[in-house]
Every structure is written in C-alpha cells, then in structure tokens.
C-alpha cells in the first residue's frame, strides 16, 4: 500500500499538545523535528560533545513540525480532512501559540490531491437503508435504499471512516420518522442529511467553522431538502450561552461525532437539548479514551444503550439514566 508524507507545521510549544490531537484522530506514528531539542541536547550537562553529527546539526535550524504518514487511500483522504478541521480548530483558538495552519503534503498539489478522492470514493452502502455516493457517480440500483450525494470537500465527512459510518449505521434504529436532530460538529452535514433521508422532520447543525456550516447547508440542499428542513449556524455551545439559548431544546436525537475531549466538555450540556426520552449518540473515540468519556457521560446523567466499534473507533447510543 501506498502512503503519502505530511508535515505540519507548528510552534515547539505547540508540539505536546498536537501530538495528544494526533492520537485522538487515531495517529500514533510520527516524527517531531523541533530545533527546541537540539538546544536542550547541547544543554545537557551530564555528557562533553567533541562532535555532533551533521545530521543531528541540522536540527538547529529546522522548522518546527510534525511528520506522519497517512495510506493514499480513501481512509487517508478522511483523516487528512479531520486533520486540517484539528489545525483549523486549534489555530483559531490561540493563533499566538500555533501559528498559521500549515500542512504539506509531500510533493502533491493541492488540487491534485483533491482529485485523488475520484479514484477511491465510489458509491457505498450504509447499513440497510443508504447508499452514499458523489456527484460524478451514478447508482443504476439502489435496491430501495435511501441515495444519499455527497462530494469530499474541506469539511470532514464523506460517510467511508468508520467514526461517520458507525453514526449513519445506529441513526437507522433510533429514526422512525419525525424527528428534531440536533447535530454538533456537523462538518460537512453528512449526519444530519442522513437523519432527513431516514425521515427526520428537521435537522439543526453547528460547527465552529464557518466554510463547514456552509459546505453543510449547500450539502442538505443538493439532497433535496429546502430551507424549512434544516438550520446550520457556526458556533461553539460549550462557551456561547446565547447559541444554546436559541438553539433551544426538546431535541429527539443528538449527534456528535468529534474527539474525546470535546465530548467530555459538551457532556453536562446534551442533557438540557434532549426531551426526557431523547437519544445521544457520540463518535469520534479512540480506544484509549472511551473510559473516559464514558465517565463523564455517565455522571452527566446518561447510560449507554447500544455501541459500536470499529479499527480502533468507539460510537456510542445513550439515553438519559433512570433516576
């Protein structure tokens, strides 16, 4: 199998942390080049350096940044997108500490690698109800299945990583027709537009990025639902009171396939969107995380119901604890 070399770009006080967001998206091998350790090799005052490797010197100048190797695939391709949304996230946030977001992917133009997606993203089934595909593909036979159309874009979300298909799979057993959705971290509304097709009534979406929310609402359109069907704001719930004032609650469903960290923040908030008898559905979750989200979902008031797993990827149905 094929893979392609990225570098991201970064600041030395940044490092720790990016490593920490790598491995949330199912990252674990890499290379960090940060001039920082060269300094705090020289610095060691237990060993005297006649001489220093010239590759070692290199060091002393290198820009600061992470290497890792992603399969030139379509699972790459996915978390590549999840990876530009993490930079994306993070530089916003405190671009004093970050920088600018900047990833290089070896000698692959950008638009290149866009077109990549062509050779690998072909039409899928989903469960028993859906078949997902893009725009340049035709299905000559569903099989009665729901045809849900959407292209790869910036926002993260084609349906083919697992953290996305898990959602779509357990959405068939807890839509019934009628529904509100609320869907937190919506990328590119590939959750939500599935809700629709399943026969949810309405769909809210949110994303703290701006281009997400509007690669989502083009996206629901282009599935044949107006205006009346669905809301897609930017904004993050865990600090903006006035967002979940006015997105308001009675929600039946909630989707939220992020990281482990977020949904830890948001975990004290599902409560207050959902009806009583509502359902909560959580992706995005390492292996390595799932206890720990478990726990804070479970002081939050909520008991797991359904779960499923895949390569590493955790998604979880919960309903509101029995008091």
């Known amino acids: 199998m094929d893979f392609l070399k990225v570098d991201v770009y970064t600041k030395s006080e940044a490092v720790d942390i990016l490593v920490m967001r790598l491995s949330e998206l199912g990252i674990n091998g890499f290379e960090i080049h940060d001039s920082a350790d060269f300094d705090e090799f020289l610095e060691n005052k ?32 996915e978390t590549l997108a999840e990876l530009k949304g993490v930079m994306q996230e993070l530089c916003a946030g405190a671009p004093e500490l970050y920088g600018e977001p900047d990833i290089h992917i070896g ?16 039409p899928f089934r989903v469960g028993e109800k ?30 083919q990583h697992h953290t996305t298909k898990m959602v779509m799979e357990l959405l068939e057993s807890v839509v019934h027709g009628g529904e509100r959705m609320l869907d937190l971290g919506c990328g590119s509304g590939i959750l939500s537009i599935a809700g629709l097709l399943l026969g949810a009534e309405s769909a809210a979406m949110i994303d703290v990025f701006e281009n997400a929310v509007n690669t989502a609402a083009e996206n629901v359109r282009k599935n044949g639902f107006g205006n009346d069907r669905f809301t897609a704001r930017r904004g993050n719930i865990i600090d903006d ?8 609650g009675n929600y039946d469903i909630i989707t939220a396939n992020i990281v482990a960290d977020v949904i830890i ?21 390492i292996d390595e995380r799932l206890d720990e989200v478990m726990t804070a979902l479970t002081e939050a008031g909520f008991s797991a119901v359904n779960k499923r797993s895949a390569e590493g990827w955790n998604a979880v149905v919960l309903k509101r604890s029995a008091k």
Not at 265 to 285: E, H, N, R
């Open 130 to 159: 859906l078949i997902v595909k893009p725009s340049w593909e035709d299905v000559n036979d569903a099989d009665g299945r729901k045809i849900l159309e959407i292209d790869p874009a910036s926002s993260f979300g084609t349906g």
């Open 241 to 248: 009171e006035a967002l979940r004032n006015e997105l308001g």
């Open 265 to 285: 923040a948001m975990s004290g908030l599902f409560g207050g969107f959902l009806k009583a008898d509502g359902t909560l559905i959580v992706s995005g979750i």
């Open 46 to 77: 237990d060993a005297n350096w006649d001489y220093v490797d010239d590759e070692l010197m290199g060091l002393k100048t290198v820009p600061t940044h992470i290497t890792l190797y992603l399969q030139d695939n379509a699972q790459g391709l």
């Open 107 to 122: 000698n692959v133009r950008e638009e290149d690698w866009a077109n990549n997606w062509k050779q690998y993203y072909k």
